[in-house]
């Protein structure tokens, strides 16, 4: 299956349960499961972004990378999150941990 019919089949039952978050930001994660090179995971990104941007959906921040892996397993997940103007704020505060950095 191509990135893209592979993302929106895996996005599908996401927003099923999400029915309201047309116009509503959100914040995008792709979690690679270890066995996954991260040019893969930026591509499943993009087809995410393009799915959710064709739905009303807006990405308002995205994470990509191997957070929680699986013995290298090929494969990703997807994580959406409602996000409104405290919880942008809050992920947009600095953050320096052993596997995760970032500044303002």
């Known amino acids: 299956m191509s990135a893209a019919r592979t993302a929106e089949a895996m996005l599908e ?3 099923a349960e999400l029915p ?3 116009g509503a930001p959100v914040i995008l994660l792709v979690n690679g499961l270890g066995g996954t ?3 893969e995971l930026y591509v499943m990104r993009a087809e995410a ?7 009303g959906v807006t990405v308002a921040r ?4 191997t957070y929680v892996s699986s013995l290298d397993m090929a494969g ?8 409104d103007e405290e919880l942008l704020r ?3 505060a600095p953050v320096d941990t052993p596997s995760l950095r970032w500044t303002c």
């Not at 972004?49 to 739905?55: K, N």
């Open 13 to 15: 039952p996401i927003l």
């Open 20 to 22: 309201d978050c047309a």
């Open 37 to 39: 090179p991260p040019l």
């Open 49 to 55: 972004e393009r799915i959710l941007a064709g739905r």
């Open 62 to 65: 995205s994470l990509v990378g």
């Open 76 to 83: 990703c997940t997807f994580t959406l999150c409602r996000a």
């Open 90 to 92: 809050l992920w947009d």
